[in-house]
């Protein structure tokens, strides 16, 4: 129990960290397009749509105008993160898939009472996966899902999610899909195991605070 209540606390950061793994390679083939995961698009008004929702939760989390701007200016590349983690989530859906992994909502229920008890209780909880790792109370029952699908994964496998072979199958999964990703947010270097960003100085990003 102790092995799962840690793996799920850190999750969230390492599938940020090792987002890298997707060989994606952006075009202008998809406009409005933030990118393609398996010919679905995710198009760029839905990731601003996921983005708002993280500001205005922020927003709520903090006492005044000034707070805000601090944790506005300290999230300055939460429209890319946001993107990369929606991509990752429908890639470890499939990896899940193809491993025959199944996740159940007894399952989630179960991993979110062992987490609010850690946390102070439910708000407690959607504070820190608000901080931590940007998802927004409204999406909070889902990334657990998600959190437990790798935790799976990772045990059908034999491995855990920090081993070369759970990441494998990841990748396994992105090349499957033919993830396309929007040059303007970045492109993935698979080689050097880390995200690189468009060397494009005149595309502001854009991440209401509003």
């Known amino acids: 129990m102790h092995r799962r209540r840690r793996t799920a606390l850190v999750l969230s950061a390492a599938i940020v960290a090792a987002a890298p793994l997707l060989t994606a390679c952006g075009s202008d083939a998809h406009p409005g397009a933030a990118a393609v995961v398996g010919g679905q698009r995710i198009t760029v008004a839905q990731l601003q749509n996921r983005v708002n929702e993280v500001r205005e939760a922020q927003r709520s989390a903090v006492a005044d105008e000034t707070q805000y701007q601090q944790v506005v200016a300290q999230t300055g590349t939460l429209t890319r993160d946001t993107l990369h983690r929606m991509v990752l ?3 470890l859906d499939r990896a899940a898939e193809n491993a025959g992994v199944d996740v159940t909502r007894r399952d989630v229920q179960q991993l979110r009472t062992e987490l609010e008890q ?5 708000k407690g ?3 820190t996966w608000l901080q931590q790792y940007g998802v927004p109370p409204q999406h909070l029952d889902e990334n657990l899902r998600l959190q437990l699908e790798a935790q799976k994964l990772a045990e059908r496998l034999q491995t855990d999610t920090s081993r070369p072979a759970f990441w494998k199958a990841l990748s396994d999964a992105s090349a499957e899909l033919d993830v396309d990703l929007n040059p303007r947010y970045g492109t993935w270097d698979a080689q050097k195991t880390s995200r690189a960003d468009a060397k ?11």
């Not at 850690?118 to 439910?122: C, H």
């Not at 494009?200 to 509003?210: F, K, Q, Y």
Request: aromatic share 4%; charged share 25%; proline share 5%.
């Open 89 to 91: 989530d429908r890639v």
């Open 200 to 210: 494009t100085p005149w595309l502001r990003e854009v991440s209401a605070a509003g």
């Open 118 to 122: 850690q946390t102070g209780g439910a």
């Open 125 to 127: 909880l959607e504070n």
